[in-house]
């Protein structure tokens, strides 16, 4: 595996395997690798002949009071992870790289009409700072495919609208979530949980898919499910 930490190095590689007919896979990441995170590389090499993957914590899409500063900076750990999976590129830019002139007179992507809503009520900055570095990292990898985990769903659907909006030539390939044995999605941020909140993390995910269960199976009466999902 090669690590490249500027554009110029990274576009090189890509023009070399480009001019070669290699279908190239991307997977960007913050890092802090997870077997969420490999089982994406994973698919990215059964379906592309070179992968290319990303670490970068991005600032943009950090609110001014999240976890910015503290979010686990890990890359030697990753690098390793990311060898035994295979992939051929890690493409770990620093924060001057990605963005040279001072964050607010950068240009930036939003994606208005998902970006405000869900998760994005409370993280008034987020979506817009996701489809920024998101574009710009497509730009940089000129990638034919892209592979986001299902984890974040308006993440993803954030993303599909800025590939259409924007016309980039780039499929998105949604990958269903890896999940700990008792159901918690892998996250980076399960390292954040207290021993109390791991331990009823799981009741969400095993509730939501019995209140899934029961619609797939007839069940309309949503107040009854929503009542009976607050009792679990
Ligand atoms: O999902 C993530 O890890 C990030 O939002 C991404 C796509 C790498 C952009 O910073």
């Given at each position: ?34 077997r ?38 890990t ?12 992939l ?23 994606v ?62 949604g ?58």
């Amino acid at each position: 595996m090669q690590t490249v930490h500027t554009v110029a190095e990274l576009r090189a590689q890509v023009a070399v395997w480009r001019r070669a007919g290699e279908r190239i896979a991307f997977v960007p990441t913050m890092g802090n690798l997870h077997r969420g995170h490999i089982h994406l590389v994973e698919q990215a090499r059964q379906r592309a002949s070179r992968t290319v993957a990303s670490i970068f914590v991005n600032p943009t899409q950090f609110g001014p009071n999240e976890d910015f500063a503290g979010y686990p900076r890990t890359l030697d750990a990753d690098a390793r992870q990311l060898v035994a999976a295979g992939l051929d590129l890690l493409f770990a830019p620093s924060v001057p790289g990605m963005y040279p002139r001072p964050l607010a007179a950068m240009t930036q992507v939003t994606v208005p009409e998902l970006s405000g809503i869900l998760c994005g009520a409370s993280r008034p900055i987020h979506f817009s700072g996701v489809a920024t570095v998101v574009s710009k990292l497509f730009n940089m990898a000129q990638p034919d495919i892209a592979l986001f985990g299902e984890k974040d769903w308006q993440h993803l659907m954030v993303i599909r609208r800025l590939v259409a909006d924007l016309d980039f030539p780039i499929d998105i390939i949604g990958v269903p979530t890896v999940r700990e044995t008792d159901g918690l999605a892998m996250s980076s941020r399960n390292a954040y949980l207290s021993a109390e909140e791991r331990a009823v993390a799981p009741i969400l995910y095993a509730t939501l898919a019995a209140s899934a269960a029961r619609l797939r199976g007839g069940e309309r009466n949503y107040q009854r499910l929503a009542d009976e999902a607050k009792t679990q």
